[in-house]
């Protein structure tokens, strides 16, 4: 995964609440290997739709969202879409909790930050520091965030949480040994 | 300091391998569910060399992708067959059980697996698809993951969470006839909005839900995403247990006393606390319908759907004029008697046998004025209405009666709603381009479906059965 530190970007809004993963990336293009380039499936059918869509691939690092950015669909292809078209930061006042944990383990970073599109709407370039949990406007207007630890450290590190886990090896074994026998399987699927 | 605890509280809290000061927990997994959507997960996994750790606990189910008409030809579209196949084969390599095309186990995940008995109180289950929320009916703690979390639990059988809040959804009252789970979540999911549970996991409670049935309470679970939650859950009960007993999974003999008892100390204490409660009177829900792109647009079907000019702000103003111009609907129209194109009966939400005999209720000795596909849940169900000669009552109303699978609610095995259409539908998304591009969505109950399907338009079902 790509660490994320510091970004300095050209920024874009899209100030409309309940943007689904569904109009992220259409259901056809999931089949698609990453291969295929996901860029070219950002907001697909939106783009035919409304030619002056603000959210395109390749002109933004910055998208300054509305609330609930991401519900819906678990798809992590909407993160894959969003990241190959250069899309690195998403600012919204909420966002879909499985977006939101997808984003992360792609280097995709979310901010929560309430107005954002009344606060930030003017700039059309952000810097967000991460390590320093700040988004700084052009006229030096400077905006904290909260963000959780765990998922801070991932993404400044640029973390594999796969080998972070197998670390708790020892203890990971213990559990599985002591779980109740109910718990496992008692028999084999059967028609 | 009271030391009751939630349902969610009880199942979190014995499955927490590690937890870091962070607040970073790692969380096991006892049950996970893969179906075609996961090659990317498999892709991760294969990529860095790992292996999946308990093939045991890891099931795959073909669903996504397969087709609605006959199983007797290969599937047509070269890529979904490819998808299906490359779930095969990935099960195969991996030692993991495989409910394929040709199983009699097949259907969609969230029908299937309770149907095996795969879910069970106070399990952690998860899927790379948002509809797991449907396992919490049981009481488990049941979650959608993205293809990197699926990787994540195929080598390692646990997940990095932060605890989430808890939300306690109470509905009160007895539902008036006609009105079914569907039009209580919905009702809500329009309370609390399509972002009213984010970051929080929803335990629903109260006499409306102890009097459902299994399959209203999954129902009910299936769209707690919808309004952004984590997770839904309902305490399990003898409802629960009688539901279970004997499934192929289940617990037998000893085992099972065993599990009934930790089963029966599962719901929440008396007095425990809950970060946010909300309460509805289920007698003051009528059939309810969606109007816009997002399930938080539901209103009475006795309603006339909003008018731009008379909302609060400029913002909330866009919104419905966005939504009304999509869906081809006039501001302030009257709901009931919306001509629709097509009806869609199934989906994890409404595919399951009572879903289907509630719409075949409707339909029986009516002909249908539109086309329609009605698609169960899984083989079971699908066998199970056949005995019961539902297949009969909707081809005889001119409806098809179809394969099991995810069909028309997503629309990737290619049943789309062409562009335009307006479509009367039980499953649980309306959002923008959901049954395919341009489609218009009206979610609504499985009764409710069929009330439309014979009336040619959104139709109150209260008036075509009386």
Redesign the interface.
Known sequence: MTPFTVLAGRATVL????V?T??II???F??K??SAGYQNFLFH??L?QEPDFPVRAGTAAVLVAG??FG???????A?YALVDGGIRCVIAP?????FA??AA??GLLTVVLADAAALLGGADRLTVDLPAQAIICPDGRRFAFDI???RK?CLIEGL???GL??Q?EA??AA??RG????????????? | MSDARTLFDKVWNARV??A?E???C?L?I?RHLVHE?SF?GF?MLDH?G?RVRRP??T?AIADH?VPSHSRALPIADP??AG?VATLRENARRHGI?L?GLDD??QGIVHVTGPE???T?P??TLVC???HTSTHGAFGALA???????V??VL????L?Q?R?KTLRVGIEGTPHPHVAAKDLILAVIARIG??GA??HVIEYAGPAIRAMGMEARMTICNMS??A?G?AGMVAPDDTTFAWLAGR?????GA??D??LA?WKALPSDAGARFDREVTLDAAAIAPTVTWGT?P?TALPVTARVPDPDAAEDV?RRR?IA?QLAYMGLAAGAPLEGTPIDRVFIGSCTNGRLPDLRAAAAVLKGRRARVPGLVVPGSV?VKRAAEAEGLDRIFTAAGLVWGEPGCSMC???NGDLVPPGQRCAATSN?N????QG?GARTHLMSPAMAAAAAVAGAIADVRKIVA
């Open positions: 100030d409309r609440a309940n689904d569904d109009q259409p259901a056809r999931l089949r290997p990453r059918d939106v035919l609330a609930n519900c819906g669909s678990s798809r992590e292809g993160v909420s966002f879909g909790d499985i944990g997808n383990k792609n959780d630890a765990f450290r594999d949480d796969i886990t197998l708790h203890a990971l559990f599985e779980l109740p026998s109910w718990a496992l399987l008692a028999g084999s699927p059967a028609p | 391998v590690v870091r962070d607040g970073a790692l096991w006892d959507g990317h892709g860095s790992r045991d606990l099931f992708y890529e979904a998808l059980a409910f009699p186990r095996q008995g795969l069970l106070g399990l790379g698809d948002s979650f959608g993951i993205g293809a990197s979390e990787a994540h080598a390692t059988q646990t990095w932060r989430p399509a972002a984010v970051g995403i919808e952004g984590r192929p999974c289940a617990p037998k085992g099972w065993a599990a930790a997002s938080e913002a919104q966005e079971a997503v629309g990737m998304r959002f923008v381009g959901r591009p």
